[in-house]
């Protein structure tokens, strides 16, 4: 029997944080809306850390019994033990995840112009044309759907994303939520070659709850194993457990006839902390605006996204997002060695109050332009590309 085919203005894959916002912000719209979710619960699985800057209530209207708890310190541990504490004015937030993603679900719901489709997997696309234009036919696992503009936010694995050619290189991750005695006033990063593209984290959830996790691309189950082992933690302790896939890497072509991509699946993702919410919470924005443009002018080729999406994003997010690849480049490379003799300038230096006052989680450019007119970092700069040239040509590359 042959499915049914329903129209609608857009399309959005995923019911996650990107998906939903961006239902949020086009809410106000005549558009007729369907979001197409494959799990059943909005939020769930859990899979972040939930550490997030200030700039999240700037960008949004965020409420208080979302926030879990502020962190006053970071810690930065070498793989010698060696660390570093720095403060600033960031003060980040934990968030409930989940509620963050129900937010804003919550709130279009009862619009009558937006439809859910929960429990039901994005099959594929093609393109149609219908009254002499070029729109796009989607299949799920239970129908079919005519639309102008399909929108992946189907996250790290993004099927959208891979019709299109784009494929994210990802980082498994392992996350488990256990009752400790940390200090609740740090977040705490652990450093180690084992795991050199990313770090173990220690994020106070608050009530003595912590989230401790790592990333890596290669053991890590077992690279988990040695990091609970090292900071002494029993798993077996542990009051749930989350795993997922974190993209790494620069952010990905956005734009395509009739189609753009968001979030995880666009690879706005920091290189540096795996954190991307800030990243797709400004990226949405345009989005918003790019698909408003498109409606008003009838206009959905690569053409009009890119002019009114994809370039925006790469002049403000986009290069952000080159700078956190740099830095986890090089942090890649560092040696033990360089852990503390970096430790060292920081704590010797100004570095350290130029970080309190120009420390940024997300938009890190101001603060690495000062650090670099810092003579002592600098040398040390010198010397490590003098060891590590291809670190350099690398740089260069993304530049």
């Known amino acids: 029997m042959s499915k049914k085919i329903t129209n609608f203005d857009l399309c959005i894959i995923g019911g996650s944080i990107a998906g939903n916002y961006l239902c949020n912000l086009l809410s106000k719209t005549n558009l007729k809306i369907v979001i197409i979710e494959e799990h059943k619960d909005v939020g769930l699985p859990l899979q972040c850390a939930g550490i997030l800057s200030q700039k999240l209530s700037k960008l949004i209207d965020l409420p208080n019994n979302l926030i879990l708890n502020r962190v006053k310190f970071a810690k930065i541990i070498g793989p010698s033990g060696s660390f570093i504490k720095l403060s600033g004015n960031e003060y980040p937030y934990i968030i409930d ?22 429990g039901e997997k994005f099959k594929s696309f093609k393109y149609i044309l219908h009254n002499h234009q070029k729109i796009v036919l989607v299949e799920t696992s239970n129908r079919k759907l005519k639309t102008h503009l399909l929108i992946g936010c189907d996250g790290p694995l993004s099927l959208v994303a891979k019709t299109l050619g784009i494929k994210n290189k990802n980082l498994p991750a392992i996350q488990i939520r256990v009752k400790e005695q940390f200090d609740e006033n740090e977040a705490v990063m652990y450093f180690d070659q084992r795991w050199k593209e990313l770090f173990g984290w220690i994020v106070p959830e608050g009530n003595n709850i912590f989230r401790i996790g790592i990333a890596s691309s290669e053991n890590t189950a077992k690279n988990f194993r040695l990091f609970l082992k090292r900071i002494k933690v029993n798993q077996e302790h542990k009051i749930n457990q989350q795993g997922g896939l974190i993209p790494y890497g620069l952010m ?10 968001l979030g995880d699946s666009a690879g706005q993702v920091k290189a540096t902390t795996g954190g991307g919410i800030i990243m797709l919470l400004t990226a949405a924005k345009y989005a918003a605006n790019c698909i408003k443009n498109c409606f008003k002018n009838n206009k959905f080729s690569r053409k009009q996204i890119k002019k ?21 480049s090089f942090l890649e490379k560092f040696t033990n060695k ?15 109050n130029l ?23 600098f040398l040390f700069l010198f010397k490590f590309l003098l060891k590590n040239p291809t670190v350099f040509i690398k740089a260069l590359h993304i530049i």
């Open 97 to 118: 995840r989940i509620g963050l993603d129900r937010l804003f679900y919550s709130r279009v719901i009862q619009d009558d112009k937006i439809t859910y489709f929960f």
């Open 252 to 261: 990905n072509k956005l734009a395509f006839d009739n189609i753009l991509l």
């Open 308 to 328: 009114y999406y994809e370039k925006p994003c790469k002049s403000l997010i986009g290069k952000e997002l080159k700078i956190h690849y740099i830095i986890r």
């Open 338 to 352: 360089d852990f503390e003799k970096i430790f060292q300038i920081i704590r010797t230096s100004e570095i350290e």
């Open 355 to 377: 970080i309190s006052i120009y420390g940024d989680m997300d938009f890190p450019k101001t603060l690495i332009f000062k650090i670099l007119k810092n003579p002592r970092f």
